[in-house]
């Protein structure tokens, strides 16, 4: 294993992300608050200082790393980058009280998207700082290793292993001959596609820091939000329709964007059969909560029924984690039905968590073969998706990708309940830490600032779990991984 190359690279990943230090001080002194000059300037020296003793004994070294050392920079990276994210929250005035285990799972809920906070009273929280708490879900979005890889070539590092340690689902394919050329053309389409929800946020009424804001978690799929209150905050219905197609753009997998955008046809879109299914899994779980809450008569109108099934369902199923209403008080089975529908989650290659549609689709499939089989034992039935036939070796790894992520939601689970938790917020918790969804059932319905220490370690290692899909996390701990 080279440990130099490893501490080389993360060094001059951790001097980049202390530049995303600087448009908080700019926050700060365009809102006229100026108590946070301070906080983010200090911030900036430790992280980049800190970058830069990792960085400077190892500088000369010109060794390309391979795969393990890949996999070895991309969890150590997330794990340092959350440590350092931690110090605004530590060094601000704003926050009195907040423990290091606090600070840490917040920053480590935003990195990964998962939009869990320990935070309350954000409406009265400093402009900087909640700037800075979006802008971490926005930097996590899309990979900040991924947004390295376009950086790290013109350093003269190698990116490759790092994409594929980075990269979730089924395929890595490069849309384009040059790795570099990969990231850029996807930070376009991320970058695209904030602006342009930005501008949809302010039209419908929001307040340009707010839309800004939460063009950064819709976006990123990450949840968090400038209100204690969400989106619910805004009560409009205008603007929880610019959330909900946003949201939806935005769990669709970034690869069939570019494809789409590049042949400059909306064909390509209904082609691809994780796509279909995507939508198919949104239109009936709407539909299942419009039933459960009409039946139950919980809203007045049955417009207003419709509204609040289709923003809180999306939200929910796109691992989001926006709220317009308090969904754990609804009645019957759905807000259990929401957290569970949660699993199946976004496309791969998206922003969104959770399973991935496109694994959940393959086991159906590999269901309904084993099913044919048992009734034609001598048939040769294949298992396809947008018309080619899955090899073996790819329904193996779903397979096993499914047995880490089974094996390891029951260990957290347990080990939340040994701290204390209840079965219903362990299980939510849980789910809601591994999918990056954020909110949950029972005592982290509102917010996870009630749990003890323990239990917030353990959910930042759930979302760690969650946002480099187990398999990564898991390799550190066998012996193989780390042999010569």
């Not at 285990?101 to 929280?125: I, N, P, R, W, Y």
């Not at 790819?394 to 347990?414: A, D, E, R």
Request: charged share 10%; net charge neutral; with cysteine.
């Amino acid at each position: 294993m080279q440990l130099s190359v490893v501490s080389k690279t993360i060094g001059i990943l951790l001097m980049v992300f202390s530049f995303t230090q600087i448009p908080p001080i700019l926050i700060d002194f365009i809102s006229g608050d100026g108590k946070e000059f301070a906080t983010f300037s200090l911030s900036f020296g430790i992280t980049l200082m800190g970058g830069f003793f990792m960085w400077y004994p190892f500088m000369s070294i010109k060794q390309d790393f391979r795969l393990r050392e890949g996999v070895l920079i991309v969890v150590c990276f997330w794990v340092v980058l959350s440590l350092f994210a931690t110090l605004p929250f530590l060094l601000t005035d704003a926050i009195p009280g907040l423990s290091f285990s606090a600070a840490f799972f917040e920053s480590m809920s935003g990195l990964t998207t998962t939009g869990a906070t320990v935070l309350s009273g954000l409406d009265e929280l400093p402009r900087a700082i909640l700037y800075y708490r979006q802008q971490l879900q926005w930097l996590g979005g899309m990979g900040i290793i991924v947004l390295a890889v376009a950086i790290l070539p013109l350093l003269g590092v190698g990116g490759m292993e790092l994409y594929h340690a980075e990269s979730s689902g089924i395929s890595k394919d490069r849309l384009t001959p040059k790795l570099r050329q990969t990231a850029i053309a996807l930070w376009k389409i991320y970058v695209s596609l904030t602006v342009l929800c930005a501008l949809a946020y302010f039209l419908s009424g929001m307040s340009l820091f707010d839309a800004v804001g939460h063009s950064f978690s819709t976006v990123a799929i990450g949840g968090f939000s400038t209100h204690d209150a969400s989106i619910g905050y805004f009560d409009s219905a205008f603007i929880e329709s610019v959330a909900i197609v946003f949201m939806f753009l935005a769990g669709i997998n970034f690869s069939l964007h570019f494809v789409a955008w590049n042949n400059r046809s909306l064909v390509d879109y209904w082609k691809d059969s994780e796509l279909k299914a995507y939508v198919v899994v949104l239109l009936v779980s709407v539909l299942i909560i419009l039933s459960v809450l009409n039946f139950n008569n919980e809203y007045q109108s049955f417009w207003t029924t419709l509204r609040h099934s289709l923003f809180q369902t999306v939200s929910m199923a796109t691992t989001t984690g926006f709220a317009s209403q308090n969904f754990s008080q609804w009645p019957n089975a759905a807000p259990v039905f929401l957290i569970m529908v949660s699993f199946v989650g976004a496309c791969v290659g998206s922003t969104g968590g959770g399973i991935k549609v496109v694994r959940v689709l393959l086991m159906f499939r590999l269901g309904m073969k084993e099913i044919k089989q048992f009734i034609h034992p001598n048939a040769q039935i294949n298992v396809k998706l947008n018309r080619s036939t899955i090899g073996e070796k790819t329904l193996v790894s779903v397979l096993g990708f499914f047995s880490l992520y089974t094996i390891s939601f029951v260990l957290i689970l347990i080990l939340l309940m040994f701290t204390g938790m209840d079965q219903v917020s362990s299980f939510s918790a849980t789910a809601a830490t591994m999918n990056n969804l954020g909110p949950g059932l029972g005592e982290v319905a509102q917010n996870y600032g009630s749990l003890n220490d323990s239990s917030k370690w353990i959910l930042s290692a759930s979302m760690l779990f969650g946002r480099l899909e187990v398999l990564t996390l898991i390799a550190l701990f066998h012996k193989a991984f780390w042999r010569y």
